[in-house]
């Protein structure tokens, strides 16, 4: 079993900052990819990010291309999500998710195997 916690969420004025974190612990020893969901009110989880085992390979949703930032510290079990030029729409729970099963970055909901609680992030206009 594996859990991950999420951190690093609040509320920033848009044009602001923000770096999330996700600490993974239990059965760790997989190499495993790790990504970032994230769901606004009424709306489906999508996908945000994605990093592969080493860091080498990362995929990126359109609309967070060139402001976000995933990478990851397997030392630490973490990754982190860095969050430039934060807009309203970015407004959503942030949740990070790892694929035991591949180490390759995947855009698909439906491959990761855990997921965490989720952390809030509000950008305000």
């Known amino acids: 079993q594996v859990h991950l916690v999420e951190s690093g969420g609040g509320l920033v004025q848009a044009g602001g900052s923000l770096r999330l974190s996700c600490a993974a612990s239990g059965r760790t020893s997989s190499n495993y990819a790790m990504a970032w969901f994230r769901q606004a009110p009424g709306k489906e989880r999508e996908f945000v990010a994605a990093i592969s085992w080493s860091g080498s390979r990362t995929n990126y949703a359109d609309s967070v291309k060139g402001r976000f930032t995933i990478s990851r510290d397997n030392a630490k079990n973490t990754v982190y999500l860095q969050m430039n030029a934060l807009k309203p729409e970015d407004t959503a729970v942030y949740y990070c998710?790892?694929?035991?099963?591949?180490?390759?970055?995947?855009?698909?909901?439906?491959?990761?195997?855990?997921w965490g609680q989720g952390t809030q992030v509000t950008v305000s206009s």
């Open positions: 998710a790892a694929d035991w099963n591949s180490g390759y970055p995947s855009s698909s909901r439906t491959r990761y195997t855990y």
